[in-house]
């Protein structure tokens, strides 16, 4: 079993900065690949962000340049570093762990981007 914690969401005007932090429990963390997605309302799921155990990270196209994934194995947690941010990306932010064949999910962090 593996906890997930984020943190770090909020309200930020546009073009402002954010960075989302996820905390997990597992002492496996480092083989676990890590991802960001976010769920706006009315809308699914999707991926924004993800990196692998090996440091290999993809994006979403519509947050690409604007937002970093990053991971640090020896806090065991995973970052997002988002800028230049839009009233689009306006969502629940979720931490997702993968692997071992299975699936851990955060409780989900809300960012606003609203003036």
């Known amino acids: 079993q593996v906890q997930l914690v984020e943190s770090g969401g909020g309200l930020v005007q546009p073009g402002g900065s954010l960075r989302l932090s996820c905390a997990a429990s597992?002492?496996?963390?480092?083989?676990?690949?890590m991802g960001w997605y976010r769920q706006a309302p009315g809308k699914q799921r999707e991926l924004v962000a993800a990196?692998?155990?090996?440091?290999?990270?993809n994006y979403a196209d519509s947050v690409k340049g604007r937002f970093t994934i990053s991971r640090d194995n020896t806090k065991r947690t995973v970052y997002l570093q988002m800028s230049s941010l839009k009233a689009e990306d306006t969502a629940v932010y979720y931490c997702?762990?993968?692997?071992?064949?299975?699936?851990?999910w955060g409780q989900g962090t809300q960012v606003t981007v609203s003036s």
């Open positions: 997702n762990a993968h692997g071992m064949n299975r699936d851990y």
């Open positions: 597992s002492i496996f963390f480092s083989i676990y690949a």
């Open positions: 990196i692998t155990s090996g440091g290999s990270t």
